[in-house]
């Protein structure tokens, strides 16, 4: 018998199909891609866009919906007052600002 017999039409279908697996699998990606991870990286840029804007006096909100002021800021860390207490200074995370509203010296 020969391989040709054996194997007859079928023989080419297993490679088609098996390509036509791979690029459905690409087009899955690719779209999870584009829904999922890249606006997740265009918000990183642009929360880092606004952390580096960040200086001491600025009002902030936080992600728990305060609002407060910043005293200081190291790498990592800002220390805020809420209130209209001054004794209310609270060190938090950068990555847990919102927004930021710049303090304007025109009076």
Partial sequence: MNLLTV???N?????GSLFSIILIYAVV?????????RPQKK??????ALMTTLEVGDSI???SGFFGVV????????????GNNKNC???MKKDNIVEID???NEK
Avoid at 11 to 15: E, I, R, T
Avoid at 29 to 37: D, E, N, P, R, S
């Fill in 7 to 9: 194997l007859g039409s």
């Fill in 11 to 15: 023989g080419g279908a297993g490679a």
């Fill in 29 to 37: 990606i690719g779209i999870f891609w584009f829904f999922a991870i």
């Fill in 43 to 48: 918000q990183q840029k642009e929360h880092a």
């Fill in 61 to 63: 909100l936080t992600t």
């Fill in 71 to 82: 005293i200081d800021i190291m790498e990592e860390v800002v220390i805020v007052e809420f």
């Fill in 89 to 91: 200074r609270i060190p």
């Fill in 102 to 104: 710049k303090q304007s």
